[in-house]
């Protein structure tokens, strides 16, 4: 078995409730960062790999999932949609870079940042994700995110292909995830999941 969708998408786009969508329409699990025990500091040792060399035992990080979204998977969708030639890209993105950054800024962000002070010792995975999304270690910077944020998405419509690439934002429900995996539309509920009121900080 191998992937059917690759996310391109960043954090706080909807991913989670993608990947409970996905897993009904799919029937097999979908993999998010949150399937990651260690998440978000210490991902282990094939994202350790990726992240340090751009490339991992794909197959083996993925092995009975038919969809992956959010990151840490998300930032290698180049290398994983090689990999796995049939896949869809789908790429979730908000409705601006303001309402995306400000989901950023009021959950993953302060997380992020935990890893700063001297003397942390729980993993610094996510802070790595976020060096490789902006482009340099001083990613916390509200224009840096801005503008990485602006090339990522830009970079997803420049180089997937147009045949096997789907835009999709938090509010398009079923529809056209049903239409281009060609399933039936469930009879129920998207499953909204992971609000930003859900998080605890």
Same mark, same amino acid.
């Given at each position: ?8 998408? #960043?954090?706080? *786009? ?14 097999? #699990?979908? &993999? ?12 282990? #040792? ?18 009975? &999932? ?5 990151? #840490? ?10 990999? &796995? ?13 303001? *309402? ?6 009021? *959950? ?27 482009? *340099? ?65």
């Amino acid at each position: 078995m191998s992937l059917r969708v690759v996310g391109a998408g #960043p954090p706080r *786009t909807g991913t989670e409730s993608l990947a409970v969508a996905l897993e009904t329409l799919l029937d097999r #699990p979908c &993999y998010h960062m949150r399937e990651i025990p260690g998440h978000p500091y210490d991902t282990g #040792p094939h994202w350790a790999r990726a992240l340090a060399t751009g490339s991992t035992d794909w197959d083996a990080v993925f092995e009975g &999932y038919a969809a992956a979204v959010d990151w #840490p998977a998300a930032l290698f969708w180049r290398e994983l949609v090689v990999h &796995y030639p049939d896949a869809l890209v789908l790429l979730s993105l908000r409705d601006s870079t303001d *309402t995306w950054l400000g989901s950023m800024e009021a *959950t993953v962000l302060p997380v992020a940042r935990a890893v700063a002070p001297a003397g942390w010792i729980g993993g610094r995975d996510l802070a790595l994700m976020l060096e490789r999304f902006a482009g *340099t270690p001083d990613w916390d910077h509200r224009e840096v995110l801005r503008d990485a944020h602006d090339r990522w998405i830009a970079g997803v419509r420049a180089d997937a292909d147009p045949a096997r690439l789907l835009e999709w934002r938090p509010g398009d429900g079923w529809e056209p995830l049903c239409g281009v995996l060609g399933v039936p539309v469930p009879d129920k509920e998207f499953p909204w999941t992971n609000r930003r009121d859900d998080w605890l900080l």
